[in-house]
């Protein structure tokens, strides 16, 4: 990681991160498959750490805030990561980690509503969509608004609208059952 704070990945060689992590290009290789394989497990070992007990209705805005906080603290890795030829490993992390927390928090938002499985998924990848891009824009202009005040828009765009989107369903589907 500690290269990509001062170059992008396209800059960065195997010989050079094993250099600086005193081993050999194979021992590399015997754990990765290639630099952007390295990027990825970066990627999944730090959400998974940042995530772990935010995953639910009432604590998934945290873990977000977390995850941004994250970026911010390491905001040269994440902007070259952004500026890199395979900056498609930060918004795969981005979807990755956002996709499964929303639908959790979908799931338990529809207990006793009328919705399919289709549209619980369709509803979360909405909002991991949308989630995924302003991250990514917020990447992309350099990270220069505090992640709180990007975690707390987010909150204030998405609470309770989730809901409010599965009773829509919800009555939709209803109205359809009954012929309205």
Same mark, same amino acid.
């Given at each position: 990681?500690?290269?990509?704070?001062?170059?992008?990945?396209?800059?960065?060689?195997?010989?050079?991160?094993?250099?600086?992590?005193?081993t050999? *290009?194979?021992?590399f290789?015997?754990?990765?498959?290639?630099?952007?394989?390295?990027?990825?497990?970066?990627? !999944?070992?730090?959400s998974?750490?940042?995530?772990?007990?935010?995953?639910?209705? %009432?604590?998934?805005?945290?873990?977000?805030? !977390?995850?941004l906080?994250?970026?911010?603290?390491?905001?040269?890795?994440?902007?070259?990561?952004y500026?890199?030829?395979?900056?498609?490993?930060?918004?795969?992390?981005l979807?990755?980690?956002?996709?499964?927390? !929303?639908?959790?928090?979908?799931?338990?938002?529809?207990d006793?509503?009328?919705v399919?499985?289709?549209? %619980?998924?369709?509803?979360? *990848?909405?909002?991991?969509?949308?989630?995924?891009a302003?991250?990514?824009d917020?990447v992309?202009?350099?990270?220069?608004?505090?992640?709180?005040?990007?975690?707390?828009r987010?909150?204030?765009?998405?609470?309770?609208?989730? %809901?409010?989107?599965?009773?829509?369903?919800?009555?939709? %589907? *209803?109205?359809?059952? *009954?012929?309205?």
């Amino acid at each position: 990681m500690n290269k990509l704070e001062h170059q992008t990945l396209d800059r960065v060689t195997v010989t050079d991160i094993a250099h600086d992590c005193g081993t050999t *290009r194979q021992a590399f290789y015997y754990h990765f498959d290639d630099i952007y394989d390295l990027l990825e497990w970066i990627y !999944l070992q730090e959400s998974a750490k940042l995530l772990e007990d935010n995953r639910d209705i %009432r604590t998934w805005q945290h873990g977000q805030r !977390l995850i941004l906080d994250w970026m911010q603290s390491h905001r040269n890795f994440v902007v070259n990561t952004y500026r890199s030829i395979k900056r498609e490993y930060l918004e795969n992390f981005l979807t990755d980690w956002l996709n499964p927390l !929303l639908l959790e928090v979908v799931e338990t938002q529809s207990d006793g509503l009328y919705v399919s499985a289709e549209e %619980r998924h369709f509803l979360a *990848r909405f909002y991991t969509l949308a989630l995924v891009a302003t991250s990514m824009d917020w990447v992309s202009e350099g990270m220069v608004e505090p992640a709180e005040v990007q975690a707390l828009r987010v909150e204030i765009l998405i609470k309770d609208n989730i %809901r409010n989107a599965l009773e829509r369903y919800d009555a939709t %589907r *209803r109205r359809a059952t *009954r012929g309205d």
